[in-house]
């Protein structure tokens, strides 16, 4: 069965240092989002993704993140500057938005970040 | 904004049914979902109903739907002990981005 792939599985970094977390969506989907997941806390929307713009962000989402769609299967999150608070599980999704089951979204199994 | 809402916990004894229930507040809510997150690991969808629909069966999984009082309930009937995650209620609005809202989960385990 198809599924959306996520790299890296975990990633620790420095505050105040980049980060880029990777997501390859499933081919035929035309949706994409990153969701987050504090731990032991609720999944969070952050980002929308559709015909190569945002469609819709979250208060989350501000001028720290990032997303871009680089080639042809790549979906990527880019954190600028992290901090210690951005410490979450990241996933990525996608949907194939055609309605009916196609309105189905499917997530990855996400990026474990850890800031320190 | 929407809102949606789960109790926090259910214990269940092995071969009894669950029921895991969440209310939403969206009127406009299109397609509601059940994710399953096993310790560590991600979001594995498990059903998912529209919002024109009472009830969904899939095999030990029944959804129901009551729109009037924007509740939802997943019912697993021969409850296993390797059901015990954390349940995800999640409902997408209406907007068009076809964005989802989750709820807080709700951890079921189960005692053999």
């Known amino acids: 069965e198809p599924e959306v792939t996520q790299t890296p599985s975990h990633q620790v970094t420095q505050m105040g240092q980049e980060v880029i977390l990777r997501c390859v969506p499933i081919?035929?989907?035309?949706?994409f989002y990153w969701y987050r997941q504090i731990l032991g806390q609720k999944v969070e929307f952050l980002v929308s993704?559709?015909?190569?713009?945002?469609?819709?962000k979250s208060e989350i989402f501000d001028d720290q993140f990032s997303v871009e769609r680089p080639d042809g299967s790549n979906f990527t999150l880019k954190i600028r500057s992290t901090k210690l608070e951005d410490s979450a599980m990241y996933f990525c999704?996608?949907?194939?938005?055609?309605?009916?089951?196609?309105?189905?979204?499917?997530f990855g199994e996400g990026s474990w970040l850890t800031v320190v | 904004g929407e809102d949606v809402e789960q109790s926090l916990f259910l214990s269940v004894r092995e071969g009894d049914s669950s029921v895991i229930n969440c209310t939403y507040t969206?009127?406009?809510?299109?397609?509601l979902y059940w994710y399953k997150q096993e310790p560590g690991a991600g979001l594995q969808l498990l059903t998912y109903?529209?919002?024109?629909?009472d009830m969904k069966q899939d095999q030990r999984l029944t959804v129901l739907l009551n729109k009037k009082d924007k509740h939802l309930s997943l019912r697993i009937a021969d409850t296993q002990t390797g059901d015990s995650a954390i349940y995800f209620c999640?409902?997408?609005?209406?907007?068009?981005?076809?964005?989802?809202?989750f709820g807080t989960g709700t951890k079921l385990q189960v005692i053999p």
């Open positions: 999640a409902e997408m609005d209406s907007g068009g981005y076809q964005k989802v809202t």
């Open positions: 969206d009127s406009s809510s299109t397609y």
């Open positions: 081919s035929n989907h035309l949706y």
């Open positions: 993704f559709y015909n190569n713009e945002i469609s819709e």
């Open positions: 109903i529209f919002s024109n629909m």
């Open positions: 999704a996608s949907s194939e938005g055609t309605g009916g089951d196609g309105n189905t979204i499917y």
